[in-house]
């Protein structure tokens, strides 16, 4: 039950009504034992700016972002990051980071490549500066041939991007799944699917939130629902 005494925490985005974030943040918070809860803010990019004001001036602890306000939101914020997905609100400031990546934490490439444009690839670039970059706004069809790693951030769910083969890792965006990730799969390849890269990014988020460590099992369990 929410109460006065509840720390707010918002996901904006437009929309955001498919969003796994809610079920997957609340479950943690949760475990936790916090008095936290998590709700999903559909945000017009006209009302923006007028909407991170609010959540400030509510009280709300902090946000996760999503399509298509990331690469707005740092602009808005001053980050430092060309992308931002994790908003703190501490003492009246807003401080904007990235977790879109936290599922590369442990991986190893030389090779990497991104697909897309948008937030998260801005962000899954940032963190591999030696990647690779193909987006249907310029250099497409990709190649991936040579490549260890490669990162589906598109949105593309039923179309096979690139033929992704055994002994390269394949990490995509797009949940639940993608055709790009089945067919990866089934020609053997090592895959990071689009829940599995949520459950990393909103781990990471909370920490930041709270403090404490996440309470990974549980979040993973609660997209696999």
Known sequence: MITASTRMVALLGHPVEHSLSPRMQNAA????????????????PERLEEALRGLVAAGFAGANVTAPHKLAVAKLVSAEAPSVNTLVFRDGR???????????????????????????????LQALPEARSFSR?????????????????????????????????????????????????????TVY???????????????????????VEVMHAAVHE
Not at 194 to 215: F, H, I, K, N, Y
């Open 94 to 124: 807003i401080e904007g980071t990235s977790t879109d990546a936290a599922i590369l934490d442990g991986l190893r490439a030389s090779r990497p490549v991104v697909l897309g444009d948008g937030g998260a690839a801005r962000a899954f």
């Open 137 to 189: 706004r310029g250099a497409w069809p990709p190649d991936v041939a040579e490549a260890d790693l490669v990162v589906n951030a598109t949105a593309a769910r039923d179309e096979v991007l690139v033929q992704v083969r055994a002994g390269q890792t394949l990490v995509d965006l797009p949940y639940p799944g993608s055709a790009t990730a089945a067919a990866a799969r089934e020609a053997g390849a």
């Open 193 to 215: 699917d689009g829940l599995d890269v949520l459950v990393a990014q909103g781990a990471a988020s909370l920490e930041r939130w709270t403090g404490l460590p996440a309470p």
């Open 29 to 44: 918070f949760a475990a936790l034992a916090l008095d936290w809860a998590y709700v999903a803010l559909d945000v017009p």
